[in-house]
């Protein structure tokens, strides 16, 4: 069963790399990614569920994309925890 559970894990891996070649990372709101799909597909999880925004150092920054998800989070009816 494991090796089995491995494979599909590899297969899934091999097919991502298929279709996404590169995202440039930009602060929440200035990039590729859609955070209003985003954040509504998160009201489907459980309720612990977390997100992690990573890789920024600027602290202005970081405040900056806490307010727009905060906003993107209540046009789409997320309620933060």
Known sequence: MFMFLLKQYMWCIELVK?????????PAG????????L???????PDWTGLVIE??????????????LEDV????????A
Not at 73 to 79: C, N, T
């Open 18 to 26: 298929a279709f996404v070649k590169h995202i440039d990372e930009a």
């Open 30 to 37: 200035q990039g590729v990614l859609n955070f209003q799909v």
């Open 39 to 45: 954040l509504r597909g998160m009201k489907n999880l």
């Open 55 to 68: 890789y920024l150092t600027d602290y202005g920054q970081v405040l900056e994309v806490k307010h727009y």
């Open 73 to 80: 989070a209540r046009e789409v009816g997320v309620e933060w």
